[in-house]
């Protein structure tokens, strides 16, 4: 994304599980501010609830440190960026039926127009990343 049409945002939160619904009124925050409602901001909400809980679930975090979280709007693809510092690639897993957890990244391919992650550029860690088209 380096269009000049890009709009950013960006805030740390803590390992907490009470991050996820921070990061969800901060992302509805911003996307009012960009002039985005209806449908997109509700998908956009589970998107980066999954990536913030599996943050907050799976990534230890060293004292001292926080999980970031990025939102980019470019040309109609906002991107939802999550980075932690575990090392660990995500990887979708099948959840039994009855299981109370483990759907989170089957969730977000199934919503997102693409996922991903990288590894952090300076640091330990990794980006997780979803795109989602705004219309």
């Known amino acids: 994304m380096s269009s000049t049409n890009t709009t950013e945002a960006g805030r740390q939160f803590p390992r907490t599980p009470r991050s996820a619904p921070r990061a969800r009124a901060f992302l509805r925050e911003r996307l009012t501010a960009w002039g985005i409602t209806g449908e997109a901001v509700c998908t956009a909400e589970l998107l980066l609830s999954e990536l913030v809980s599996n943050a907050v679930r799976h990534a230890p975090v060293p004292p001292g440190r926080e999980i970031g979280v990025r939102l980019a709007l470019d040309d109609g693809i ?26 989170g990244l089957a969730i977000v391919s199934a919503l997102a127009e693409g996922w991903g992650w ?17 219309r």
């Open 118 to 134: 990288v590894p952090r550029a300076h640091g330990i860690g990794k980006t997780v990343w979803a795109e989602l088209k705004i």
């Open 78 to 103: 906002l991107r939802l960026e999550v980075a932690d510092t575990d090392d660990r690639r995500p990887e979708p897993r099948p959840a039994e039926a009855d299981a109370e957890d483990g759907r």
